[in-house]
């Protein structure tokens, strides 16, 4: 009898051992990001808070709400982080090339936090690719529902028009709330730094991969070949175009 009980629990056994790796695989099966998964949590041990002391303020509130640029851009990209939109790459046709606010990519976490800000990153990306074509030879044809949703065109536009900043993760002061920051080879991906930090005093990291956390401890996990700062008192204001709720309906 003990042993037939034997011969149901073992097989029992591995069949709940496989449903929980699947479970923890389907999890993580749409992270897409290079590195190993690391514990996401939001530091509370006293470190974090004293860590916060070294974040900076922009001396710009473009949108006049009260709150400074990069608070906006932490806040904007924060709201989408908790939204947690669906991991959805596809071309929008309509509604000037916006996914709708549960969906989207990398990419539209960094326009969501410029909204957040009172930019339109969309429109001011398109007017600097008609402007300047010859600053952005990986547009072979212009296309104002796509181009401010892909890495490869952000980059030349933050390389212009923002401060560049080090690539080099070894000091945390150097990395600031509302940072973007683009890892990997090939502009593989593209997020922003957080006004947490991790317990070496490093920003968390908004991003969306579609994995678990849209805010979490990524900044080691992939090499970084971009660093920018938005700082509007040093970009021309022909460059800067506002939000316009009309050009995103819904």
Not at 98 to 113: F, K, L, M
């Amino acid at each position: 009898m003990k042993t037939e009980k034997r011969y149901i629990i073992i097989p029992v056994l591995i069949i709940a051992a496989l449903f929980v790796l699947f479970l923890y695989k389907s999890e993580n099966a749409k992270v897409i990001l290079n590195g190993p998964i690391l514990k996401d949590v939001l530091y509370e041990d006293g470190k974090n808070k004293e860590f916060k002391k070294l974040n900076i303020k922009s001396n710009s509130d473009y949108n006049e709400n009260g709150v400074d640029d990069y608070g906006d851009f932490v806040n904007g990209a924060r709201k989408d982080a908790k939204n947690h939109p669906k991991y959805v790459p596809d071309y929008v046709k309509d509604n000037n090339g916006y996914p709708d606010e549960n969906s989207g990519v990398c990419t539209d976490v960094i326009w969501r936090a410029f909204r957040e800000a009172g930019y339109s990153l969309r429109s001011m990306l398109n007017k600097d690719i008609e402007r300047s074509p010859e600053r952005y030879p990986m547009v072979e044809k212009p296309d104002n529902n796509i181009d401010f949703r892909r890495v490869k065109t952000l980059r030349p536009f933050f390389e212009n028009y923002c401060t560049v900043l080090t690539n080099e993760v070894k000091d945390p002061k150097d990395f600031q709330p509302g940072d973007i920051i683009i890892f990997g080879p090939n502009d593989f991906h593209i997020g922003m730094c957080s006004d947490n930090r991790n317990s070496e005093g490093f920003p968390f990291i908004f991003h969306n991969g579609g994995q678990l956390k849209r805010e979490d401890d990524y900044i080691k996990r992939s090499p970084i070949t971009g660093h920018y700062r938005f700082e509007r008192e040093n970009i021309l204001e022909d460059v800067i175009v506002p939000w316009d709720e009309d050009e995103y309906k819904q």
